[in-house]
Every structure is written in structure tokens, then in C-alpha cells.
């Protein structure tokens, strides 16, 4: 196995080489030369995946997941953790060790990963970051992945995983009145979906709070101007983002190119949405760095049948109706300049205040997507990782 890995690794070493200088790494990044052996790191992964399953080895995703996973880390001195089942759904469950003079807090945390990456692993020092610094208790949800399990399986899981422990909150000394969903990415896109489904219930404990990390809201317009900034921009390109949501909605990227220019959406829904997902909502600071006004493309009928499920706000949460955002509880959102998906955060914002929920908004200004989880990855740190960690963190002892 090693004999044939060697020359597939070199290989895919010669298609990372080639394939960096297309990529876009702003001086403005934190840490651009870390980030560069990051992505450097990643490419190798998907271009060695690619090659074993040309070989039929396996599939490029089964092997971007192995890698993904990270090493297993050792017993923490401060937390018990315990891997159990909510509903027939995996979880891993961080409780702090030290006394409490009350309940804790709760947190629901859904990992990233485009609906198709990710893992209880992938996420564990977020977590038990997260459960150490703030006191509270932590449940991380392995929902069910992409594409072998499409919409609405990953949004099913984490609500039925949320609703459970509402349920049974008293098993942890968790307050009723202090319950909070946290994700990041695909994670944060069903954090807010999962919010939304529970704003009106009134047969559970109401959340305290939404946490949405750089989350992907809306798959209408991948043109919006962050998009056309940082479409080249680590760890997330436009066209993967693309990528993930159909593989998520469909199982398969047929159609991607139509889905990026827009000839997905009939003229009518549009505009009905336009009031909502538009350009003229993005704040005129951040498009400073050059957007340009794009020509109408025509609507093909057929693809729309096929993606038709976007305009569901429990696959694209920015699409609800202001009679669930009103009801929704205090959020906090978290934005990163040099991120494809960072104009999907402003316009929930601005939903979200429109409607008179509290937002918490933290900015990072040399962030990109993804930076969250690389606070501490393999010996390489990314400060601003932490601060945003850190900043969800205060967050968390506020309520």
C-alpha cells in the first residue's frame, strides 16, 4: 500500500504545485503564508482523493473525510465527555467537572463542512473549547452526511437531536431558560433552520439564543458582492459553495454552472425575494474592494424543477417569513471579510433587526472562511480564529 501511495502522493504534490497560483490569498488575510500551507495541505488531500477513485480505491469524499478526521485527543482534565444517542442520532456530550452553585449553561453545537465533511472528531477541541471557557454543557450532533443523505436528512437529525435534549435537560443540570444553538458554516445554515422550527413552540423550553458562524443562508444569489470578492479566496470558493448546497439538496452537482449565473430562479420569485437577498442590503463599506452590476441570465424551467427546494427557508433559513423572524431569539452572528458566504451573514443581520431580534454582530476583518475550526490546527495557529472563538465565548457568558 505504501509503494502505491508514494507515487500517487507526488503526483498529487505536482497538481497542488500547479494548481496554487489560480488561487487568491490576500495580503490582508491573517496569517496569508499559514493559510497558504493550509490550502496547500487540502488541495494535496482532494488531488490524491481524485486519483484514488479513478483507481477505485475509494471515493475522493470517503477520503477527504479519513483525512479530515484529525487525531484522537487524550482525556481533558476539566470535562467529562461521553459519546451517546438523542433520538437515534450520535452525540458527544462535554459536562465541566467543577461544581456549579446552579444549572449551566446548554449548547447545541452543529459542526461545518458543507453538509458533506465534518465529524465529531473534525470539531472536538471547538467544542471542548467552547465547554470549558463559557461552563457549559456542549452537545455536538454527527448528523447524517451528504450526498448519501440528502435534505432534509442533516436538518432532521440536528432537530430531533435539539429536541431531545430539551426534554431532558434536568439529566444534565442544564437551564431551561439558557438553552443556545451554535454552528458554523453548513452548521450554522441548520442552527438558524432549527431556531426557526422551534420560534413558535410552546411545548418546549423557548431558546435562549442562535449562534451562527459564517452560515450559509441562501442559495438564490451567488453573485452577491462577497461572492465576486473572495471567489478565489481558501477555504471556500464560490463554486464549492455552489457544489455543497446542490450535493446536499440533490446528492449530485448536476447543473452548477446554471445555479452560479443564476438561471435557476423564475423572474417572479426573484423579485418576491429581492427584498430580502439583494445587493442594495449589503452596506457600502463592504463593497469598497469592487463589485460589478451583472446582466440578467435567462431562466431555464427545467433546472429550476430540479432545485425548486432552495426556496424552502429549512434548507435556506434567510427565505422565512417576517411572522417566524420575528419570534426568533437573541443571535449572534459572526461574519469574515474575505469570505464568500460573509454577505449572507450581513443580510441576516439585517433581517433579523428589521424584525427587532437583538444581534450580537462580530466582524473579523482579516477572517476567512473556516477560521474558526483552524484556531489551533496541527501546531499552526490562526489568531484570529481565536479571537473569533473567544468572541462567541463572551457571547455565551452574557445570557
Not at 454552528?183 to 449562534?211: C, E, Y
Not at 424543477?305 to 434567510?318: A, D, S
Amino acid at each position: 500500500l505504501l509503494l502505491l501511495l508514494l507515487p500517487l502522493a507526488a503526483l498529487a504534490a505536482a497538481a497542488v504545485l500547479l494548481g496554487l497560483p489560480g488561487y487568491d490569498i490576500p495580503p490582508g488575510v491573517n496569517q496569508p503564508a499559514k493559510l497558504r500551507l493550509v490550502l496547500t495541505v487540502l488541495l494535496g488531500t482532494a488531488a490524491l482523493g481524485r486519483i484514488l477513485e479513478k483507481t477505485g480505491l475509494c471515493s475522493q469524499i470517503t477520503f477527504g473525510r479519513y483525512v479530515r478526521q484529525g487525531r484522537k485527543l487524550g482525556l481533558d482534565p476539566k470535562l467529562f465527555i461521553q459519546d451517546l444517542q438523542f433520538n437515534k442520532v450520535p452525540v458527544r456530550v462535554y459536562q465541566p467537572k467543577a461544581t456549579s452553585d446552579g444549572p449551566r449553561r446548554g449548547i447545541l453545537f452543529f459542526h461545518g463542512g458543507g453538509w458533506v465533511f465534518g465529524s465529531l472528531d473534525t470539531y472536538e477541541k471547538v467544542c471542548r473549547y467552547l465547554s470549558r471557557e463559557s461552563d457549559s454543557v456542549v452537545v455536538s450532533v454527527q448528523y447524517r452526511l451528504a450526498p448519501e443523505h440528502k435534505y432534509p436528512a442533516a436538518y432532521e437529525d440536528c432537530l430531533s437531536a435539539t429536541q431531545h435534549f430539551l426534554q431532558h435537560l434536568q439529566l444534565y443540570a442544564v437551564d431551561p431558560a439558557r438553552v443556545t444553538v451554535c454552528g458554523d458554516s453548513a452548521g450554522g445554515n441548520l442552527a438558524a433552520a432549527v431556531s426557526q422550527t422551534l420560534a413558535g413552540r410552546s411545548d418546549l423550553p423557548r431558546l435562549r439564543a442562535q449562534i451562527l458562524i459564517y452560515p450559509g443562508l441562501q442559495a438564490l444569489d451567488f453573485n452577491l458582492p462577497s461572492y465576486q470578492q473572495n471567489r478565489g479566496v481558501p477555504l471556500l470558493f464560490r463554486e464549492r459553495a455552489a457544489f455543497f448546497a446542490l450535493l446536499y439538496l440533490n446528492g449530485d452537482a448536476l447543473h452548477m454552472r446554471e445555479v452560479l449565473e443564476g438561471s435557476h430562479i423564475p423572474p417572479d420569485m426573484r423579485l418576491k425575494y429581492r427584498k430580502w437577498v439583494s445587493p442594495d442590503n449589503i452596506p457600502e463599506e463592504f463593497k469598497v474592494r469592487g463589485v460589478k452590476p451583472l446582466r440578467p441570465t435567462d431562466f431555464i424551467a427545467e433546472v429550476y424543477e430540479t432545485v425548486k427546494r432552495f426556496c424552502e427557508p429549512n434548507l435556506c433559513p434567510l427565505l422565512a417569513e417576517d411572522s417566524v423572524v420575528h419570534q426568533l431569539p437573541e443571535s449572534f452572528i459572526l461574519t469574515c471579510e474575505y469570505d464568500v458566504l460573509r454577505d449572507d451573514g450581513l443580510l441576516y443581520k439585517k433581517r433579523l433587526e428589521d424584525n427587532g431580534v437583538p444581534v450580537t454582530w462580530y466582524h473579523l476583518e482579516d477572517g476567512f472562511h473556516g477560521i474558526i475550526s483552524l484556531y489551533d490546527y496541527c501546531g499552526v495557529s490562526f489568531p484570529s480564529g481565536k479571537r473569533g472563538l473567544d468572541s462567541v465565548v463572551n457571547f455565551l457568558k452574557s445570557l
